[in-house]
């Protein structure tokens, strides 16, 4: 029964090693008609695919080298070392490289910036190390990135970006700075790195002000509120500082909107997305140079170690008409031999009756607008009177939160008022005896002061709370407001025989908020938490109090080992006026105001039943802030 199996098994082995070899014949170079050998160029770049860049320099390169007569075999491959950015990555990539090209014949490799001939150097070309390499970038490359590769030249274009800043101050005299925006990702931070002293060895007095090493929604941000008289330059960022991968349009297409300068590049196929212009690369042009250097080259006639192409062969002063109009720039201040696209035409010598319907129509648009702007004007009245009653509600809210707790304060207040009586009346017999003992006075008076600072902080709490204010936004430590408004509900607890615990995070949470409302709505929880409580027997009273600090959010939570929530009352705990409190008369905006005031800070309030011990967790979360917050004790970083 097993023998057929077998044999069937066998044979499969022995024809595994020819169906391998058969795509690998495949792909190994052909002699041409005339038997010759066709030489293999392999065009190795760091970035990846999808960037337009790239497929021009390699379509320029392929159309130049296949209108030769001795037409190469050319293959294209990408690091992707910008998006990928694991140490062990490249190292792989070699791999798979000196596995794929194992049986295909690579005469040279043709190197697309800095990094990819970096990559060859690091092992001595492999996987190709029999290959010629020539090397391609903009300016130069160090000595560093070609040790170790006997056989490599190179193409220099020219840095051009000195001169699109000449550009920019001729059609923008008054430019002062330039922002700098680039990627994040380690491949662009060491490719843009010295950007900013490119920028000031122009002596054209302009600033560098760098736009890296951020998220694209924070770089978004900061360009609309650029100081004046700042021109802003895009570096083509891949990666922001969340490894958000940007696709080669979305910065053009998310800053140029929103910045309050005018927005430049230096690539040819970026104008027409926002940006004003100025010198641009010609990509198509850079990989034909490439292409007829390389084949002069393989060749074997005299060539130059290094060739450097000069700007005038691959850039031109190319500019958007509209930004032009944006900015209010003149064309007569552009250089000599702009280009200007999308010129816009002349809209009343070709279209005067469709013109004058539309101003028809504008008018009429007008008369509407100015309706809905009386119409939101008095909608903005009304959000105003109802954030002035929200007000209103948390303070009555505050107050009645304050009468629950009226009891346990006075007792609380009792307690070191009737200390600070008795250690007087200790004092006046001590002074009143023959011989008084100073030592010992002092330790009264000692005492005396202690007991009135926590009789004093008691009232300083309570009259903070009692206080009305609109809200106050600053930046909060939450682990100090958690620990404030435990120290106010305190005594109520102790009054209910509620054990109270405190639980907080390290390093502590910072938020943006207003310190007495965050405070009541920590206090509403608690004491609700307190009411439910008051079912279960004394020793098994706990509501225990937690702060925890996420990478982006500072969540707040309070839990008791209560009855929990009934399923029936869940779905309506946060809805206005209503209460589960009927013995103790509740009114039922507690938590809706609770839920009001955490709303107004960017947060969410929820509520569930607690698995396995019993009891139900309250709890918020507000977003954390990456900022520093000051206090008596000095700066502490969050």
Not at 89 to 107: H, P, T
Not at 240 to 267: H, W, Y
Not at 328 to 333: A, G, N, Q, T
Not at 623 to 633: C, L, T, Y
Request: net charge neutral; with cysteine.
């Amino acid at each position: 029964m097993l023998a057929k199996p077998a044999f069937v098994i066998g044979l499969f082995l022995l024809l595994i090693p020819g169906l391998l070899a058969a795509p690998q014949r495949a792909n190994a170079p052909q002699p041409s008609a005339e038997g010759r050998h066709q030489p293999g160029i392999l065009m190795l770049n760091v970035d990846d695919v999808s960037r337009p860049w790239v497929n021009m320099i390699a379509d320029g390169f392929r159309e130049a080298a296949l209108r030769l007569s001795e037409q190469p075999v050319l293959y294209f491959e990408s690091l992707d070392a910008v998006r990928f950015e694991e140490p062990e990555f490249l190292g792989r990539q070699r791999d798979w490289l000196r596995f794929k090209y194992r049986n295909v014949s690579i005469d040279m490799v043709v190197t697309i910036g800095e990094e990819s001939l970096r990559f060859l150097s690091h092992q001595h070309g492999e996987p190709w190390p029999d290959a010629a390499v020539l090397y391609m970038e903009v300016g130069g490359v160090s000595a560093e990135s070609r040790a170790g590769l006997s056989r490599a030249t190179g193409v220099i274009f020219e840095d051009q970006f000195p001169a699109a800043l000449h550009v920019i101050k001729k059609i923008l005299p008054d430019t002062e700075r330039v922002a700098i925006v680039t990627g994040a990702s380690d491949v662009e931070v060491a490719r843009f790195s010295g950007f900013p002293d490119k920028v000031r060895r122009t002596n054209l007095g302009l600033e560098p002000l760098v736009l890296g090493g951020l998220p694209i929604a924070d770089i978004v941000k900061r360009v609309g509120s650029l100081p004046p008289h700042t021109a802003v330059f895009m570096l083509a960022p891949v990666v922001d500082a969340k490894g958000q991968v940007l696709s080669p349009t979305r910065p053009c297409e998310l800053i140029s909107p929103v910045a309050n300068g005018p927005t430049f590049t230096m690539g040819r196929q970026d104008v027409g997305c926002g940006v004003v212009g100025g010198l641009v690369r010609n990509w198509n042009i850079v990989g034909r140079i490439l292409a007829e250097e390389a084949m002069a080259r393989l060749r074997g006639g005299p060539v130059q170690d290094v060739v450097h192409v000069p700007m005038s062969r691959f850039s031109s002063l190319v500019f958007d008409a509209r930004q032009l109009d944006r900015w209010k720039i003149p064309e007569s201040r552009l250089p000599a031999g702009s280009v200007v696209e999308y010129r816009r035409p002349s809209l009343w010598r070709d279209y005067r009756k469709q013109t004058l319907a539309v101003l028809g129509v504008i008018a009429l648009q007008t008369a509407l607008i100015v309706g809905l702007v009386f119409e939101h004007r008095r909608r903005r009245r009304a959000e105003v009177e109802a954030r002035r009653h929200f007000t209103t509600m948390a303070h009555l809210d505050r107050r009645a939160a304050m009468g629950q707790l009226t009891a346990s304060l006075a007792h609380e207040l009792n307690q070191p008022l009737g200390a600070i009586l008795r250690n007087a009346e200790a004092a006046s017999m001590v002074l009143a005896s023959g011989e008084p003992r100073l030592s010992e006075v002092k330790e009264i008076v000692e005492d005396i002061r202690r007991d009135d600072k926590r009789a004093a902080a008691v009232i300083r709490r309570l009259r903070a709370l009692l206080q009305k204010h609109e809200l106050e936004m600053e930046l909060l430590d939450m682990n100090e407001v958690a620990q404030e408004s435990v120290a106010v509900a305190a005594p109520d607890a102790s009054a209910r025989h509620v054990s109270l615990e405190l639980e907080l995070c390290n390093p502590p949470g910072v938020v943006h908020g207003d310190r007495v409302h965050l405070q009541q709505a920590l206090l509403n929880l608690m004491l609700n938490g307190l009411e439910a409580l008051a079912q279960m027997p004394p020793n098994l009273r706990k509501l225990t109090i937690r702060t925890a600090c996420g990478p982006g959010s500072v969540d707040v939570s309070v839990s008791d080992n209560g009855p929990g929530i009934a399923p029936d009352v869940a779905p309506h705990i946060f809805e206005p006026f209503f209460s589960t409190k009927t013995e103790s008369g509740g009114m039922g905006l507690g938590l809706s105001i609770t839920r009001s005031i955490i709303e107004a800070h960017g947060g969410t309030l929820t509520a569930h039943n607690n698995d396995g011990h019993g009891g139900a967790t309250v709890r918020f979360s507000l977003p954390q802030r990456r900022e520093r917050v000051h206090d008596e004790a000095g700066l502490r970083a969050h």
